[in-house]
């Protein structure tokens, strides 16, 4: 009886109820393992059923553009600034940081972990020419591991470089595979299961910041953005609940987000 | 080999226990790739059985590029079918992108050439065999083709369940028009791409598991109402 139930409720499912909205958030929001806390919270609080797509910056950006989803949330400044300019989104509200990491093999044949700055440990793994493993899919991870390498003035033509196209917990298995440098996001790598012999080698720069950004889409360019579930998300979001939730979400004592949006003006 | 001990576990545990997200994503796979077998089966069988009878000018290059479709590349399906009912995209309107439906679409696409050919081939056996008599009862291309499928009906089984194998198992397609939404477009095969995504390859494996199990009992119960290999009957 159960099952039947569930299959007629599964059924159904092909409806979208009046109270879903669809949010694209970055893989490394998700494989942090925050939206199972948040997405509960936010249902029993607003009545809202998140539905995520989960997906890289770029492509987040351009289910924006689409009208495909009525929000996103993203972490690469530069890509908000032309979203926004283009008219796409409303407005641009920051919600909370991590920081990005550089992670490789604990016998480190670089030496990243004595490195000065950001620049200088990609300097260090381009002159030793240990493997590296770059997202390469356009997402907010990888245009931030772009803009580093360009700031480290080093070229990054040979064999040791290899982009994957994949999401950043794809992309941390095969480093992992390859025993291999990264960039990843704090949270990601904390969460992530199969660390191998990888550890935390690099961190601190300033430059490694991370702001996560929440943007509803304009509905004024697709009438069935949900705007007004965009902007109940959005306050929750915000909220000190909010607030109180993403502090204290830790894995094995260590923070991973730290919240910063500024109260309505 | 640890790790496959480990994913036989958790998969035998999430099956034991009744997991009730395993439940949901599970039914939502049959759903999802039942549905697109019955559509595809319903356009592919009388298309397959009408191709065998009937003779015309490029029935050579038409049965070509209908084996060739058997290949068609289900990312490049996903894409096409994402592109198409994307909201800036022609059929955008129906607001189908990210659901159910729209994986069922990408899915018929994908497997209607398969089966298709498959059928193509098992009735053109049955048709040299029951040409002169179906002729000779003066009978309506409409009777001939009712028939062939009827008498073909274990072959046309086998076909059908082909289409099922290539469906149930397809992630390329589906993860690009579904979305893996929890709750609303996960399935199996996207759960287990998300699964390996963190990293946690014991409930992957898992998945992987029950969803093998799944394509044996769909099979298995196919055979058992379709009572082939019983009592005579072949």
Not at chain 1, 5 to 33: P, R
Not at chain 1, 229 to 254: C, F, H, M, Q
Not at chain 2, 57 to 74: C, D, S, V
Not at chain 2, 145 to 159: H, V
């Amino acid at each position: 009886m159960t099952r039947i139930l569930a299959l007629v409720l599964g059924l159904t499912g092909t409806i979208a109820s009046a109270e879903d909205l669809k949010l694209a958030v970055t893989t490394s929001f998700h494989n942090s393992g925050l939206s199972e806390i948040l997405l509960p919270a936010i249902a029993e609080d607003t009545g809202i059923t998140v539905q995520l797509l989960v997906v890289g910056t770029g492509q987040a950006i351009r289910l924006g553009e689409a009208g495909d989803v009525d929000a996103i949330l993203v972490h690469s400044r530069p890509a908000e600034d032309a979203f926004l300019a283009d008219g796409y989104g409303t407005h641009r509200r920051e919600i909370m940081y991590n920081d990005f990491v550089f992670i490789g093999p604990v016998a480190d044949p670089a030496a990243i972990a004595d490195a000065d700055t950001a620049a200088d440990a990609l300097a260090r793994i381009a002159q030793t020419e240990a493997v590296f493993v770059s997202r390469g899919d356009d997402s907010g991870t990888h245009k931030k591991e772009l803009s580093l390498w360009d700031a480290a003035d080093v070229s990054r033509g040979g064999d040791w470089y290899r982009p994957v196209g994949a999401g950043m917990g794809a992309a941390l298995n095969t480093a992992a595979g390859m025993n291999a440098y990264i960039l990843a996001d704090r949270a990601s790598w904390l969460n992530f299961g199969n660390k191998a012999d990888l550890g935390l080698l690099f961190a601190g720069d300033p430059v490694l910041f991370n702001q996560y950004a929440y943007i509803p889409v304009n509905p004024e360019l697709h009438g069935h953005i949900k705007a007004d579930l965009a902007v109940k998300l959005e306050d929750w979001l915000t909220s000190p609940r909010a607030a109180e939730l993403i502090n204290s979400y830790t894995i094995n004592g260590e923070t991973l987000f730290t919240f910063n949006a500024q109260p309505a003006s | 080999m640890g790790e496959i001990w480990e994913g036989l576990m958790a998969g035998l545990w999430l099956v034991v226990t009744l997991d009730p997200d395993l439940v949901e994503i599970t039914l939502r796979s049959l759903q999802v790739t039942l549905t697109a077998v019955v559509i595809g089966s319903a356009i592919a069988l009388p298309f397959g059985a009408w191709l065998a009878i009937r003779r015309f000018r490029h029935r050579r290059a038409t049965i070509a590029l209908l084996n060739a479709l058997m290949g068609l590349p289900p990312v490049v399906v996903g894409l096409i079918v994402y592109l198409l009912l994307s909201r800036s995209g022609p059929f955008g309107v129906l607001g189908l992108l990210f659901t159910p439906t729209a994986m069922i679409i990408a899915q018929v696409i994908i497997i209607t050439p398969l089966i298709a050919s498959i059928a193509h081939q098992s009735i053109r056996d049955i048709w040299s065999e029951y040409h002169d008599l179906l002729i000779s009862l003066s009978t309506t291309k409409r009777q001939r083709i009712a028939t062939l499928i009827w008498d073909g009906r274990r072959a046309l089984m086998t076909a059908s369940l082909a289409g099922f194998g290539r469906a149930i198992g397809e992630v390329g397609a589906i993860m690009i028009v579904g979305g893996n939404i929890d709750h609303a477009t996960r399935v199996l095969t996207t759960a287990i791409a998300l699964e390996t995504g963190k990293g946690d390859f014991a409930l992957a494996l898992g998945l992987g598991f029950v969803l093998i199990g799944l394509a044996i009992a769909v099979n298995v119960a196919t055979h058992m109402i379709g009572r082939t290999e019983s009592d005579g009957k072949w």
